[in-house]
C-alpha cells in the first residue's frame, strides 16, 4: 500500500520515494511543503514507535497555527516536546520565520530521524533538535535554551502516566510572560480518566482552557473517515481530538 494521499487543500500527503521501512511524503500546510519519512504503516504493520509516523494530531496543530497567525506573531522562543517526526516543529519555523525554534523528543532514534527532516527542509537557519526527556534534566536544559514563550505538543500523551512528566516539563520551561502558552492536541482515549485533564491542572498549577475546532472553516480539512491508507484518518464516533492551551497562572 502507498503511503497516505490527503487531497484536501490545507494539508495533504503524498508518496515521493520508499525504503524498506519508512516512506518520504510531502505534508502540506497551508503554502508550506514539508518532507518527511513516514512510516508505511500497510506496508510494514503496526508501528511499535510511535514517534516514527504522521499523526491526525501533529496535522491539527499545524493547522491551528496556519489558520490562526497571531499564535506565532509574538513568538520568539518555540519549543516543540515529544515532537516524533517533528512536522508540528518544523510547520512552525516555516511560518515564524523570525522565531528560534527547537524540537526535541525522548528517543535518540527519533531525535535523529528528525535532524534529518530538518536537513531535507531547510538550506540554513535550521531548528535546532535535541534530546529531551521530560522531568529530567530541566535546570541544566533551561540553563543553555532558556525558556520559551510557546511550547508546542501533538499527541504526546498515550496514557494517565505521561501527562505529569509532561505538564512539569511545560511549567519549568514556560516563561512567565501573560501569553506565553502551551499548545497541545491529543485524542480522548477510552483508557483516560475523563477528570484526568482537571486533576493534573491542579497538581501541578497550571491553568488551562479548551480551544473548540471543529465548527472552524478549515475543520473540513481534518479527514473523517476509517480507510486506512489516510494517515491523518481519524473517526471521530471512535475519539475525540482535543486542543488544549496551558500557560501559567499570572501570579506565578
Not at 25 to 35: A, E, F, R, S
Not at 190 to 214: F, H, K, M, V
Request: aromatic content about 8%.
Amino acid at each position: 500500500m502507498a503511503a497516505a494521499v490527503d487531497t484536501a487543500p490545507g494539508a495533504h500527503g503524498q508518496e515521493n520515494i520508499s525504503d524498506d521501512s519508512l516512506t518520504w511524503v510531502d505534508v502540506t500546510v497551508g503554502t508550506q511543503l514539508i518532507k518527511v519519512l513516514n512510516w508505511d504503516e500497510g506496508r510494514q504493520g503496526i508501528i511499535t514507535l510511535s514517534g516514527q509516523r504522521l499523526w491526525p494530531s501533529a496535522k491539527l496543530l499545524a493547522l491551528l497555527m496556519h489558520h490562526n497567525p497571531d499564535i506565532l506573531e509574538g513568538a520568539k522562543n518555540v519549543l516543540e516536546l515529544g515532537a516524533g517526526l517533528g512536522v508540528v516543529g518544523i510547520a512552525a519555523a516555516k511560518m515564524a520565520g523570525h522565531a528560534k525554534v527547537m524540537i526535541t523528543d525522548g528517543e535518540d532514534s527519533v531525535v535523529e530521524l528528525c535532524r534529518e527532516h530538518l536537513r531535507r527542509n531547510f538550506e540554513k537557519d535550521q531548528p535546532q533538535c535535541e534530546k529531551l526527556f521530560w522531568g529530567e534534566g530541566l535546570e541544566e536544559f533551561k540553563q543553555k535554551h532558556g525558556t520559551f514563550d510557546l511550547i508546542l505538543g501533538s499527541d504526546v500523551v498515550e496514557g494517565e502516566d505521561s501527562l505529569p512528566p509532561f505538564l512539569s516539563t511545560v511549567k519549568e520551561l514556560l516563561n512567565s510572560s501573560p501569553t506565553a502558552m502551551c499548545l497541545q492536541t491529543y485524542v480522548e482515549r477510552p483508557y483516560l480518566p475523563s477528570n484526568l485533564i482537571a486533576r493534573e491542572a491542579e497538581a501541578c498549577g497550571l491553568s488551562y482552557t479548551y480551544i473548540e475546532w471543529e465548527n472552524q472553516p478549515w475543520a473540513h480539512q481534518m479527514v473523517q473517515t476509517k480507510d486506512p491508507s489516510r494517515w491523518d484518518r481519524f473517526s471521530p464516533l471512535w475519539a475525540k481530538i482535543r486542543i488544549i492551551a496551558w500557560m501559567k497562572p499570572l501570579s506565578s
